[in-house]
Structures are given as C-alpha cells and as structure tokens.
C-alpha cells in the first residue's frame, strides 16, 4: 500500500501504477459516467469524502450534453464537451484532494472520427500543458470482425501512447445498449455475451508490445438494469482469459490483463468481489447513478411541490425562491449521487484506499 501520487488527473506511467496498485490489493475504481459539472462535482465529492480515486468518463451523449443540446453543430458538440469537461476536471480535481481517471466511453465504428478529434484536441493540449487531456479512450469495435477490431485498435493505441495515454478495448459483447453503442439482447448470439479467452490473448499479443491497454471483457454483463433474465454473471470466464495469457507467456503475474467491467449496475456484490479477484480494476456505473440523481430531485420536487408552480404560495403567502433555487433541487440530485457512490465505493473495496497525497 506505499504507491503515492500527488492529487488531480492521472495518465501515463501514474495511471499505469494505480492500476497494478488495484489489482495488487484487490479492490477496483468506480468509473461513474457525467453529463455536466454537477454529475462530475459530485462524483469527485463522493471521492474525496470517501477517500477513494475515481474514474471520470463521458460517453458520446454525455458529452455533447456537456456543450449543450442547443449548440448547432452536433459532431462539435461531441468533441468539445468532452474537451470542456476534462479541462473542468483538471482545473478542480487536485482541490478535491483525489486521484481522478479521465476516460471516454463507448467508441463503435461510426464514433472512431470522435476519438480521432479528441486525440488532435489531446496533441494541442499537451503542446500546452505538457499532459494528456484524457488518461485514456475506449474504442469498442466488438461487433466487428475480431482482426478490424484488433488493427483499428492498434492504430489507436499507437496515437494514445504518443501522448502519453492509454486505450481501453472491448472484445465480447457487453448486452443491453446504452446511448445507442450496444446490442439488442434479443438478437445476438448468446456466446458473443462470453469473451473468448483465445480472442483475449490475440489482443495481448498484438497490442502488449505497443503500449498500456485495458480490456472490457464480456461475462453475460449488460448495460441497464433489467429483471433478472437468460443472461447470466459468469466472472470465471475472465479468470480462463488470465490463465491463457499467463500460460502461454510464461508469466509470473497470474493477472496479466487489466480488465473492465462494464454494466455495473444492479449487479450482485459477490460477482463484483469474484470479478475483481479475476483482474478487474475498473467498473462502470451509469444507470444507478443515473437513477439516484433522478431520486434525489424527484424526493425534493415531490416535498416542495408548491415552489415549482408558484413564486409565492397560494395558501401561505411565502416566498418559495429558496426551494425553486437550482441550487437546492440541483444539490438534492448530487447528495443522493453522493450517497450511492458511497455504496459503489464500498463494495468495490476503494473506501479509504485514495493513493492521493
Ligand atoms: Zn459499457
């Protein structure tokens, strides 16, 4: 437990010994998704009052929410909302005493020209600052054949670690979709919903040479939460990709990948705790919290009805402007955001565990 880093964003060789840091103790980061400052300040709120890292991560649509569903020209939006938030995380982080990931979502085939935009926008920033703008991209090109996934993902990969960055790669497919990248439960081959443990050691050959990857490895996880169906949580399929890669390298780390698990939501805190033995080091969680920012201003909203008509009340001739002030419905959203990454936090087993001096 001696890996120290000083508090704000991590990349490069830092990122990369926070993940064997995880790995090596057995616990994993939260990788929350944002769509604006008061998701990301609350999400870096519940780090600091936990004492965990986090990862930050903005999907496609949540970053073009970022820049605002008003601006004109959609392809933009994408592209510097994502630059916008990171930058609103750069400049606060270290104030939250924390250690915060920079990482995006969800990249199919027809968002690869996104990733490409955020990597010119990564090379300007870097010119400036001398770090990366993201610690790391995902590309997921699962639906594709298993050779183009594995050859874009390179060319990415080559670009990230030229700015000192790493990319997170998909193989398998995760169910359930989410803002448009996923697959229809109904329509997909239920083994494609498994990683093939020989599909994950073609990726650690192809790419372990060239630079840090992760892999979002599929176990019958899906996107969303849904009444329990014909998927089912299978975390040793991560544990026969560990052991394929180990054997047949010879290597003296029984967990060699850096793996991701994706669909974090609604899953049961035994799978979370079998997959992070396995070599996970980062779960997502959208839908959950998602969900308790809408319970926290749905609670205030119900309490304080009268303040969402009227200025003044009907009945009681008061002022409501202290309950319609954003401020309070916005803040009620958060502390229950707050609240619910207490208990991501806590069953990930990164409570208390921040490497952040
Ligand atoms: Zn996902």
């Known amino acids: 437990m001696s890996l120290r880093l000083p508090a704000g964003v991590v990349f490069g060789e830092e990122y990369r010994n926070l993940v064997s840091h995880c790995k090596e103790n057995t616990f994993a980061l939260a990788a929350v998704n944002v769509v604006g400052t008061d998701s990301i300040n609350a999400v870096m709120e519940a780090a600091a009052v936990n004492k965990s890292d986090v990862i930050i991560q903005l999907s496609n649509g949540g970053a073009s929410f970022f820049a605002g569903q008003g601006m004109p020209d959609k392809a933009d939006a994408m592209v510097f909302g994502a630059v916008s938030a990171a930058q609103h995380v750069h400049l606060l982080a270290k104030h939250y005493g924390i250690c915060v990931v920079l990482h995006t979502d969800h990249a199919n085939r027809k968002?690869?020209?996104?990733?490409?935009?955020?990597?010119?926008?990564?090379?300007?920033?870097?010119?400036?600052?001398?770090?990366?703008?993201?610690?790391?991209?995902?590309?997921?090109?699962?639906?594709?054949?298993?050779?183009?996934?594995?050859?874009?993902?390179?060319?990415?990969?080559?670009?990230?670690?030229?700015?000192?960055?790493?990319?997170?790669?998909?193989?398998?497919?995760?169910?359930?979709?989410e803002d448009g990248v996923g697959a229809d439960?109904?329509?997909?081959?239920?083994?494609?919903?498994?990683?093939?443990?020989?599909?994950?050691?073609?990726?650690?050959?192809?790419?372990?040479?060239?630079?840090?990857?992760?892999?979002?490895?599929?176990?019958?996880?899906?996107?969303?939460?849904?009444?329990?169906?014909?998927?089912?949580?299978?975390?040793?399929?991560?544990?026969?990709?560990?052991?394929?890669?180990?054997?047949?390298?010879?290597?003296?780390?029984?967990?060699?990948?850096?793996?991701?698990?994706?669909?974090?939501?609604?899953?049961?805190?035994?799978?979370?705790?079998?997959?992070?033995?396995?070599?996970?080091?980062?779960?997502?969680?959208?839908?959950?919290?998602?969900?308790?920012?809408?319970?926290?201003?749905?609670?205030?909203?119900?309490?304080?009805?009268a303040a969402f008509k009227h200025q003044i009340h009907p009945d009681t001739d008061e002022p409501l402007k202290k309950y319609y002030d954003p401020r309070k419905w916005l803040r009620a959203g958060e502390q229950s955001l707050v609240q619910r990454l207490t208990q991501a936090f806590t069953e990930l087993g990164s409570k208390g565990k921040s490497v952040a001096s």
């Open 185 to 305: 439960l109904d329509s997909i081959d239920n083994s494609r919903l498994y990683t093939q443990p020989e599909d994950v050691l073609a990726a650690y050959d192809q790419l372990n040479s060239i630079g840090h990857f992760s892999v979002a490895a599929s176990f019958g996880n899906v996107h969303g939460v849904y009444k329990p169906g014909n998927v089912q949580l299978r975390p040793e399929i991560l544990r026969h990709s560990q052991d394929l890669v180990s054997k047949t390298h010879s290597l003296s780390n029984n967990n060699p990948l850096d793996l991701v698990f994706h669909g974090g939501s609604g899953s049961p805190e035994a799978s979370i705790k079998e997959a992070i033995e396995y070599g996970v080091f980062k779960m997502n969680i959208d839908t959950d919290t998602q969900f308790a920012f809408a319970q926290g201003v749905g609670k205030f909203v119900e309490e304080n009805g």
């Open 111 to 177: 968002l690869i020209p996104w990733i490409d935009a955020l990597l010119d926008q990564g090379e300007e920033y870097k010119k400036k600052n001398g770090r990366p703008l993201f610690s790391s991209h995902m590309v997921d090109l699962s639906e594709e054949s298993l050779e183009d996934n594995l050859n874009e993902s390179e060319r990415i990969l080559r670009r990230s670690v030229a700015l000192d960055m790493s990319v997170e790669i998909e193989l398998g497919i995760t169910g359930g979709e």
